[in-house]
């Protein structure tokens, strides 16, 4: 079998998307940074550099799942556009 390299787009602001759309989703529901931090078991500071860096700082796909969690969205919801959702 012959492989041959395949060419797909891959959304460079992915991070950026994921930051915003858990500040979205955090104010929908109506709960703080704090709050949140607590829920997903993670430092209220890592929440605040998580939203506020918008996508400089990442999380595991542990923490994103918790977050969605918590949230109540399907997980495919936070790589999607925060302003076309």
């Given at each position: 079998m012959t492989a041959f390299k395949r060419k797909f787009k891959f959304d460079k602001d992915y991070m950026e998307k994921i930051s915003a759309n858990i500040k979205k989703y955090r104010k929908e529901a109506g709960i703080?940074?704090?709050?949140?931090?607590?829920?997903?078991?993670?430092?209220?500071?890592?929440?605040?550099?998580?939203?506020f860096k918008k996508g400089k700082v990442g999380c595991s796909i542990e923490t994103l799942y918790r977050i969605a969690v918590v949230l109540g969205q399907p997980i495919d919801n936070f790589f999607k556009d925060p302003d076309k959702n």
């Open positions: 703080t940074q704090e709050q949140l931090a607590l829920d997903v078991e993670r430092s209220y500071d890592f929440m605040r550099r998580l939203e």
